[in-house]
Structures are given as C-alpha cells and as structure tokens.
C-alpha cells in the first residue's frame, strides 16, 4: 500500500473512531437520562488517543519500527512513521471539532 493511501486510511480510520463513538455513546446517556450533548463533548475529547492507536494498528508496532529506524539510521522509516502518527491525530481531532461544531460548543 502506497503511504498516501495508508495515511488517508489512518486518517477517516481515526475520525471514524471518535465520530462512532460520541454518537453511539450518546444514546446510553439518552437512556440513562444524563445530558447527551455533553456525554458526546466527553466521550469525543476521552476517547482521541485510543482513536489514534486504532488507526495506526497499535502502539507497540510503530514504536518497534521507530526504534529500527532510529538505531539503525533508517530515516525515511521514521519520517514516514511519525507522519501516520500525525495523520492519526489530526484524523482524532478532526472528530472532536466535528462533535464540538455540531453539539454548539466551543
């Protein structure tokens, strides 16, 4: 896979995460009666950095391709690795502006 094609999947893979989540979790405060505009903000702001760990396939994988990168000099490795971790995130807080925007927050 091209690393464009994987940085774009990193990328919705993360702002699905967050947008699935504050919605779906939404309606269990609906049914438990507490404020679900404010669950959602919550549950989108808690729930980024495990949206970028699921978009990138685990922690322990990146880190171990960044530590052959660093040590054994291979530096388009941790180029490439450090920009799907940057991909993750703006994916991740991309979600969370979306949720914030559409619930009327800040």
């Known amino acids: 896979m091209e690393c464009l094609q994987r940085a774009m999947l990193i ?29 959602m903000i919550k549950l989108a702001y808690d729930i980024k950095i495990w949206a970028m760990v699921a978009a990138i396939g685990g922690t322990f994988t990146t880190l171990e391709i960044l530590q052959i990168g660093l040590f054994e000099g291979q530096v388009l490795t941790v180029v490439k690795q450090l920009f799907f971790l940057f991909c993750a995130f703006m994916g991740a807080q991309m979600g969370y502006f979306l949720i914030t925007v559409l619930a009327g927050g800040n």
Do not use: H, K, Q, Y
């Open 11 to 39: 990328f919705f893979t993360s702002l699905g995460v967050v947008l699935g989540s504050a919605l779906v979790g939404s309606l269990a405060a609906v049914f438990t009666g507490e404020p679900p505009v404010r669950t």
